[in-house]
């Protein structure tokens, strides 16, 4: 299992985004992770697609785009073509989560569920079988620099045995509170896709904060690419 590294910008210098993506590239940073919220699912605003398609131009790796909202099945179109390679809904807001996963892959872009730390992984158990991937929140939303909660661990675990049943190669993502302290437990529990924000952009040094996340997952014992 190759772990990919996905720096979160709500932890950057909103002045400055398109030089902190580029320090988080040249410290090896696989996916950028954008946050999306509205302020009423989450108690936080932050941006929408003019600023994701900015990013966009900036950025040489995918975009891991996190939507935050309370109706996103509206906006779905305009964050892909804003540049979203990945896209990820709440569901505790879908009553028809299977249809805004189709509708997220016709766009053409990898579908992602998100459960918050109260909501139970039998939530998305029958649509295992359709997502790419499956976030797991280590906080719960709505800002940076929250304190990881390490039932999490036993989460991760729960999907990742849940996806395994399903077959589907899809893969856990993990966001909150990652860092150099943790990072090894979170890909060992098996996510193979770390978001972390104030341990990369919270730090003097961007590039090198990824290159030791990076070493750090290795004591996860795997292929971390």
């Known amino acids: ?41 989450v108690p936080n605003l932050t941006i929408g697609p003019p600023v994701i398609k900015a990013i966009r131009r900036a950025a040489t790796v995918p975009l891991d785009v996190h939507l935050m909202i309370d109706n996103p099945d509206p906006y779905l179109s305009a964050y892909v ?5 990945m896209l990820s809904v709440h569901a505790e807001v879908l009553p ?11 766009l053409g872009a990898k579908a992602g569920v998100v459960l918050n730390p ?14 790419d991937f499956v976030l797991v929140m280590s906080v719960n939303p709505g ?18 045995a849940m996806l395994d049943r399903a077959g589907t ?37 961007a590039a090198a904060a990824v290159r030791a996340l990076r070493a750090a997952a290795v004591a996860g014992r795997v292929d971390v690419g």
């Open 81 to 85: 073509e804003a540049g979203a390679s």
């Open 169 to 205: 190669g899809a893969f856990v993502e993990i966001d909150g509170g990652v860092d150099l302290t943790n990072i090894a437990r979170v890909v060992e529990a098996g996510a193979s896709m770390v978001v972390a924000g104030q341990a990369v952009f919270g730090q003097p040094d």
């Open 1 to 41: 299992m190759t772990v990919r590294l996905a720096p979160s910008i709500l932890s950057a210098d909103f002045a400055h985004l398109a030089r902190d993506v580029a320090a988080a590239e040249a410290g090896g940073a696989d996916v950028i992770h954008v946050d999306v919220m509205d302020g009423h699912f």
């Open 143 to 160: 800002f940076g620099g929250q304190t990881f909660i390490p039932r999490a661990l036993d989460k991760v675990r729960t999907v990742r």
């Open 96 to 106: 028809h989560l299977h249809r805004t996963i189709g509708a997220i892959k016709a």
């Open 118 to 131: 109260s909501t139970p992984v039998s939530a998305i158990e029958n649509v295992a079988g359709d997502v």
